[in-house]
T-cell receptor, first 112, second 113 residues
Framework: SQQGEEDPQALSIQEGENATMNCSYK?????LQWYRQNSGRGLVHLIL?????REKHSGRLRVTLDTSKKSSSLLITASRAADTASYFC????????????FGKGTKLTVNP | ETGVTQTPRHLVMGMTNKKSLKCEQH?????MYWYKQSAKKPLELMFV???????ENNSVPSRFSPECPNSSHLFLHLHTLQPEDSALYLC????????????FGPGTRLTVL
């Protein structure tokens, strides 16, 4: 079973609207990260939130973390067509091995 | 694009061929990773190297053979692959293995005929 699972699998919005993606995970974590991937390219790190943080901002990105619910959300405000990409959450495993576990991702389409 | 480069970007090979994928990072990191990304599947971690030592082999078939001669270079040697091995192969690096932010290369699109 997946450590991190994003929801929804696909999201289509109009330019200017906000996009919200969610991630749920199963085990305790040290941190949770969000990455973005343009079609057929490598992943790009967006933001990292630690287990003792509840909210973090970076430009138009806002990430929340609820460790009691084992969930995180990524909000992109005032979306642009260039935000069209797949978004992945990644979690380490507290006390676990030296790796991140990625979810299947949310495919976001922002229509101009 | 990033400090991690991968060559080649595209590779088509037959099932009896032997080829190698190359990854180089210019970030001074000590950990490097190989991932496989197939359509409609989560990103699959294949191998982790930390300070040139392999610390993770995620039950990868022996037809994939990694090599890490130094902290900046990582290879994936391929031989007698199957069509189901066709995928995007991504290399990444981080300061050390574990929870650190990972920096990805652009990937090699591999097609096995």
């Amino acid at each position: 079973s997946q450590q991190g699972e994003e929801d929804p699998q696909a999201l289509s919005i109009q330019e200017g609207e906000n996009a919200t993606m969610n991630c749920s995970y199963k085990t305790s974590i040290n941190n949770l990260q969000w990455y973005r991937q343009n079609s057929g390219r490598g992943l790009v790190h967006l933001i990292l939130i630690r287990s003792n943080e509840r909210e973090k901002h970076s430009g138009r990105l806002r990430v929340t973390l609820d460790t009691s619910k084992k969930s995180s959300s990524l909000l992109i405000t005032a979306s642009r067509a260039a935000d069209t990409a797949s978004y992945f959450c990644a979690t380490d495993v507290w006390g676990g091995s030296e790796k991140l576990v990625f979810g299947k991702g949310t495919k976001l389409t922002v229509n101009p | 694009e990033t400090g991690v480069t991968q060559t080649p970007r595209h590779l088509v090979m037959g099932m009896t061929n032997k080829k190698s994928l190359k990854c180089e990072q210019h970030l001074g990191h000590n950990a490097m990773y190989w991932y496989k990304q197939s359509a409609k599947k989560p990103l699959e971690l294949m191998f982790v190297y930390n300070f040139k030592e392999q610390t993770e082999n995620n039950s990868v078939p022996s037809r994939f053979s990694p090599e890490c001669p130094n902290s900046s270079h990582l290879f994936l040697h391929l031989h007698t692959l199957q069509p189901e091995d066709s995928a995007l192969y991504l290399c990444a690096s981080s300061q050390v293995a574990g929870e650190d932010t990972q920096y990805f290369g652009p990937g090699t699109r591999l097609t096995v005929l």
